[in-house]
């Protein structure tokens, strides 16, 4: 668990759960709360009794079931006195290894290692007026990185002695649980030159003539874990613009500082939106490319067996003339033209190279035989 006191000029970590008990919030800022799934779950009669004593009102049971349920997908809810945000991160590679429950879509997923990163595991914000409770995986790079942000920020700062920090720091819970929301979501943003490069890399199979394309599972694979991602961002979408409606709910406020925050925070929250309306577009984009590359790439096969079918189908008639003097020649009656003679054989001969030639320069002519361009 970590703690941190974050103001409009400096942030500082070391606060514990019993100092919050004993003296209460701080005199200005607001105060930070990260913990695990698993710490909430050990510790949660005390962090209930530090919200209770914080914030005069401890979280419903209903919403930390919500918290701790690692399988909710990205939703909103509010009370009167906080609301809960629960956002889906993309899971890490030590997360797909090390996490003991099973993945959003319950199945482990094969194909090249770019598709496993499309797990993704919950994160929970219990927001307060003054206090942002965060509940992470155990493994949270997005927690650990803007922290270390946040540290280092207030340490250049206070070196700096710098007095007007002004946006370099979140102004309120809601503010701070935003940037982190943003945070997640360019790490959907950061998947889609990868994800690209793969599918691009099968495209270019799928369309090649001169190979053999094998990798149908994995393009599979690819297409159902383009459509959950597709899920994914579609209820994240919907959780940020139900919090965007509902900041528009909230009581307006006469001091001109806390106008322009609310200003600042729907401008953050209508950035984020678009972010993920971005995600959402790109991996539409990249399934209708999918569909459409399996769909060219059978288009191509029928096309090449068409052309096939067509030459075949050409020589099989240049050869039913040659099969029938052949046979003709073949009869066994006795007084046959030619067949007496000694020149019959080459007369024979003659004849048939003559209509097979002039039978595929005909052919050729009408393109029977053309070779097909690839």
């Not at 049971?61 to 991160?89: E, G, I």
């Amino acid at each position: 668990m970590r703690i941190f006191h974050i103001q409009n000029t400096a942030v500082s970590e070391g606060l514990s759960l019993e100092g919050l008990l004993q003296n209460g919030l701080p005199a200005t800022g607001f105060v930070w709360i990260s913990c695990t799934h698993s710490v909430l779950e050990a510790q949660l009669g005390t962090i209930q009794a530090v919200l209770q004593q914080l914030c005069g009102q401890a979280l419903l049971d209903l919403h930390v079931s919500d918290l701790l349920n690692t399988q909710l997908p990205s939703h909103y809810d509010y009370t009167s006195q906080y609301d809960v945000v629960v956002f889906r991160r993309l899971a890490t590679a030590v997360a797909a290894t090390t996490d003991k429950k099973p993945p959003i879509n319950g199945t482990k997923r094969g194909g090249p290692p770019i598709l496993r990163r499309i797990d993704t595991n919950p994160v929970g914000f219990a927001i307060f007026d003054r206090v942002l409770l965060t509940v992470h995986p155990s493994d949270c790079a997005v927690r650990d990185t803007y922290a270390s942000k946040l540290m280092q920020t207030s340490a250049i700062d206070a070196r700096a002695d710098v007095r007007t920090a002004g946006t370099r720091y979140p102004t309120s819970p809601a503010d701070l649980m935003l940037r982190i929301v943003n945070l997640m979501v360019d790490g959907y943003l950061a998947l889609r030159r990868e994800l690209t490069h793969q599918l691009d890399h099968w495209q270019t199979e799928l369309l090649d003539p001169k190979t053999r394309f094998a990798n149908w599972a994995a393009l599979l694979d690819a297409r159902q874990a383009l459509h959950q991602l597709d899920e994914v961002c579609e209820d994240q979408r919907s959780c940020v613009q139900d919090w965007i409606e509902a900041v528009k709910t909230w009581p307006l406020v006469a001091e001109a500082t806390e106008a322009r925050e609310r200003e600042l925070l729907q401008v953050r929250s209508r950035d984020v939106l678009e972010h993920i309306e971005r995600v959402v577009h790109h991996v539409r984009r990249l399934e209708q490319s999918v569909e459409a590359a399996v769909q060219m790439h059978f288009s191509a096969q029928s096309h090449r067996t068409n052309d096939i079918m067509r030459t075949l189908t050409a020589l099989t008639a240049i050869f039913l003339p040659l099969n029938l003097i052949a046979g003709i020649f073949g009869m066994n009656f006795e007084f046959i033209p030619l067949l007496h003679l000694h020149t019959g054989f080459w007369w024979a001969m003659g004849s048939m190279l003559t209509i097979a030639a002039a039978l595929g320069l005909v052919f050729w002519r009408k393109r029977y035989l053309s070779r097909s361009a690839h």
